[in-house]
Every structure is written in C-alpha cells, then in structure tokens.
C-alpha cells in the first residue's frame, strides 16, 4: 500500500469510528440478553453475544458492547454468563390437551409389566368413589420384561385387571394413543360384547371363543369410551370448562418448562380452539399455538372463513391446518404396510381413514387455503397419502406454496423417499421416536425394510426435502432435548446406534426444531431465527449441544424459555 492510500485509509477508518461515537444513543430496549453464545439460524448474523428487545420484537442481535447501548434504567438485562441461546424451540406435532390430561391420569410409562399396572390401578381404586373413571397413559408391550398371561398377540387378557377394579370402569391407553385396555366395567357402560363387531379401521381383540379381552386398537378405542364420555357429558358446563382450563394450564407449564415457546396441536376440535382463545385473550396461555383441526371436511368447507386465522391474540395462535389420519401406529401393529408385519403375517395393519374421505377432505383444504396434514407411518399410508396430495395438486395448478405435510413419515419404501423433496411435501417427524422404537422395529419390519426406510433423515433431506421435529407428546415426554440427541446420534438406550447413516448434523437438528418447524406453519417471518423484527422467543440451555461432546447432549436442560420478550420459565 503506497503513502497516498495508507493516509486515506488512516482518514475512512477515523470517520467511520467518529461517526460510530457520535450515533445518537437508540431507544432503550425493554428486554436484554447478553454475554451469551447466541446460534441465531439468521445467515446474516450466525453467532452473536446479545439481543435486545423491545416490546415483544428483536429490535438487535450483535456483541455485547453493541447492545449495551441499548440498556436503558428501565431495561429488564439478564447476564447469561455464556450460556447457549437459540430460536425459541418450537415442537411441531404434539397433543397440547393430552399432555395436560396425562398429568391428572395414571403415569403408565414406565412399568416395567402388566401385573405393575394392575397393582396401580388397584392402588387407585382405593382413593376412587365406585363409578368414577380411572384413566391412565404411557404402556407398551414391548417395553415390558415379560409377556402377560394370559394374552393374544401380546395383549393382556383383562382378567386381572377388572378383578382389582369392580366399580370402577378402567380405560389405560397406549403411549402412542392408538389402541387401550379396559377393564369389564368399561367394557360393560359401552355395551361391549363378544357380537359387538369391528369398527372401519379398528380392531376389538376377542380371545379363542370370541371374547373382548378387554384390548381395543385405533378407532375400536372410541367404542369402549362411550360410557365414560357419556358421563362426562352429564357434567355441567361449568365443571367441564374449569377441568379444561385446569389442562391447558397444566400443558402450558410443561411445554414452557422444557424450552418450547410454540407447538403444533396435532388435532382438536373446534371447541378447543374457542377455550384457547378465551384463555389467550385472558393472558393465561404463555406457549404458542399452531392449531391443526380435526373437524369434517363438511364442517371446515362451512366455517372455512370464520375458522381460519393467523396470529391471534398478539401471534400466540393460529389456525389454517386439517389433521387427518390414515393409519395407526407401529407399536400396535396399527401401521398400514404394503407387505405383511414380520411378526404377524395375517395382518398388513389398519387404514383408519377411507381414501375417498382422505380425497374429500384433500379437496376442501385445497379450495379454501387451508394446509393439510396427515398422519402416516406405514409405508402403504405414506404412499397413499403422497397418491392423494400428488393429484390434488395436479389437479389445481394454481396453488402454489401449499406446504402440506406427513406426520411421522416413519416408514417409506424407498420408491417414496424423494416424493416429499419433488411435491414440496413436508415431513413432520419425531427424531425421539427413533431411538425409543428402535428396539422393536426390527420385529415388525425385519432388517430390509428396517434399514432401508425406517426414519429416513439422511435421504429425505438430501432429496430435497424439508424436516420439522417434534416430539409427539404425551407418547414421548415433553422434551426437545431428547429429541435433539437422537436427530444427532441416533442412539438407543443401550448405546448402539439404529442405522446411523441416517443422522442428521447438528446443524439441520436445530434448523429442524427452528426454521424449518416455522416454516412448517407458515411462520417463518416471524419465529425460526433470531432476526431483527421478528418475535422475540428465545431458548437458553445450560450446555453448549452444538459443541459439546455427543454424549453429554443429554444432560443440558433448559435455563429460560423466553416468549415475546418475557420469561415464562427459569431453571
């Protein structure tokens, strides 16, 4: 550099730092964090050390001594002594209202048997008025260290069960919620006897002389619920109104106290949404709400403009999505397959919703603006399910942007897997499932179709696809720490990886519990990124996950959950 430009350089560099001094001061932020490590997923700005708000919005996100400038008497500043802080985390599919119902019923998941559950429900009967339902949540089979006796497929016979609990009737579901057992009282309020027959898309398993066994799979559940949701109904208005409030506050605390600052509601009626709009409007629902309807297509088509809406109650919910399920789950053997399960040949599982419903509804989401997500976890289901959305989209070329989604989206044939990429079909995955199936998927699937497309991350993102996380909850806990882990390593209880090939990099973990799980619900302009304007919901962790050593991922926990510039939770 000669004498000329070395001077000139000396003079730009002055002005620049003159002028930086002399830049009025901006209005003080309401809200500053700082002395943090701050992953952004914002391009323009990846890794800060300080943001500061004002109002419920990112108002700056740069160094420490950048947003100091911001810090005004009034400003509410929390060190974060290096902590790590992210996007607020958001769970793109879990029941909001059942992770509330789960902490006023029986805690089924971690028995380590059947006779474990008798002796707790046993247990409960003795604080129980006779008459009044026992419910509870969280078994699986496969889990257990032994198979009950007596049982058909698995399944244990009531017997014993119903013994313990005359007068009660008893409905415990499957941590997946696709199939529960019942005692004879329940089985008695429903009128379920050996000539009640099979439900479309559901299954009540008789033993050899044609008898309930007292095991009811998918939508076989809702007849044996009929006597305990009748009694329920005679409740009053009030009751019913104050139990729901009592579960929506209960959800909300657990969703905020394991760093979630929005969730996709994976179906509820339209009645739950008007609860969550009296408590929205109250200022008693902290966590966001990406609302998925499970109403008739007749219904949605005739309320399609009253019911959808986006960003009510200051962003806090939304509605512009149709829930649908086509199928169960594996576990139950519910899942519908395109070739008989491994360990029981007579059955392909269950399709739980016919096609032509499942072309219905297709049609009315895509004609009124609204997106559509369907449950699928076999691959027949996935395949059905990209059939219907493949010809619904050829058949109105004029929508564009549709982002309609798979939930789960566990098990592909591989003819399906670049599907999602090429349609602009979003699968919206639970990573957390992987790890705690994976000890049985093997069962069901055998080796080959288990390698080849159970949870398939790797091949779907390389193929263009695009991956939201969540956690399903209440079939898997509340926590996207987990769920992180297993994105990452894919790492059973035993420590053996399920087919790490698959694995995601730590990177497109966050980006699939972030960004992209905003992008999932249409909200990507305001949530996914710690952007200037956008809102202001930020996740600190303990631990470092981007960097740490893989193993001690797990042993982060939350330290805030920040929503709109608020601390709704602290460590």
Sequence with gaps: MNAFKKIAFIVLAAAVLAGTACAPKPEPATFVLTNGKFVTMDPAVPEAQALAARGDKIVAVGTAKEIARYIGPETEVIDLEGKLATPGWIDSHLHFMSVGQSKLSLDLTKVKNWDEIVAMVAEAVKSTEPGIPITGRGWHQEKWDKVPEPNVNGMPVHNA????????????THASGHSSLANAKAMELSKITAKTPDPAGGEIIKDAKGRPIGAFLETAQGLVRFGISRAYQQRTAEEREAENRKVVELADRECLSKGLTSVGDAGVGWSTVELYKRMIDEGKLGVRINVMLSESA????ENAAAWKMSGYGADHMSVHTIKRLIDGALGPRGAWLLEPYEDLATSTGLNTESIEVMKETARVAIENGFQLSTHAIGDRANRET????????ASHPDKKDLRWRIEHAQHLHPADTPRFGKLG????????????????????????????????????????????????????????????????????????????????????????????AAFAAFEENIKGSL????????TVLTKDIMTCPEDEIPSAEVAYTIVGGKVLYKK
């Design 298 to 301: 007749k219904r949605i088509e």
């Design 425 to 516: 079909v979003i699968a919206s995955m639970q990573a957390v499932h992987c790890t705690s199936d994976g000890p049985w998927v093997l069962k069901r699937l055998g080796p080959k179709r288990a390698e080849e497309g159970a949870y398939m991350w790797r091949t779907l993102i390389d193929t263009g696809a695009v991956i939201s996380n969540g956690t399903d909850a209440p079939v898997e806990p509340v926590d996207a720490i987990p769920g992180f882990y297993s994105s990452v390593a894919r790492k059973m209880k035993d420590g053996t990886a399920f087919f790490p090939a698959q694995a995601m990099t730590r990177e497109e973990a966050l980006k699939s519990y972030t960004l992209n």
């Design 386 to 393: 990209l059939d219907i959305y493949e010809a619904a989209f």
């Design 161 to 172: 069960l119903s013994a313990v609990s005359p007068d009660n009737p008893v409905i415990l």
């Design 531 to 538: 952007s200037v304007g956008k809102l202001a919901d930020v």
